[in-house]
Nanobody, 126 residues
Framework: QVQLVESGGGSVQAGGSLRLSCAVSGYTYASYCMGWFRQTPGKEREGVAR????????YYADSVKTRFIISRNNVDNTMYLQMSSLKPEDTAMYYC???????????????????WGQGTQVTVSS
């Protein structure tokens, strides 16, 4: 059974930092591309960051570029999102996702992403 479990969310003041983790199990982790998405009430889920199977290729939404860093550890099957210089507009539920459709999947759509975690809340106050 495939499981993705996020952790590390919380409340922080603007300018602060948080590191989200996504622990994965139930499949060959190293064979999947991974990503982070976020969603606020009433809005569609939006892509934040994505990385390749080996972690060598990363992609970021323009809104988080230079502030967020996505990484993965293929030994302990964990993915991370280091978030710095947080802004109130970063407030959202953050979800990790996995896909074996590395060519088709992108940050532009939730399509092609095969597995999702339950989410972890990030709240940034001004």
């Amino acid at each position: 059974q495939v499981q993705l479990v996020e952790s590390g969310g919380g409340s922080v003041q603007a300018g602060g930092s948080l590191r989200l983790s996504c622990a994965v199990s139930g499949y060959t982790y190293a064979s999947y591309c991974m990503g982070w998405f976020r969603q606020t009430p009433g809005k569609e889920r939006e892509g934040v960051a994505r990385l390749s199977t080996a972690g060598g290729s990363t992609y970021y939404a323009d809104s988080v570029k230079t502030r967020f860093i996505i990484s993965r550890n293929n030994v302990d099957n964990t993915m991370y999102l280091q978030m710095s210089s947080l802004k109130p507009e970063d407030t959202a539920m953050y979800y990790c996702a996995a896909t074996y459709n590395c060519i088709s999947a992108s940050l532009a759509t939730t399509s092609w992403w095969n597995y999702w975690g339950q989410g972890t809340q990030v709240t940034v106050s001004s």
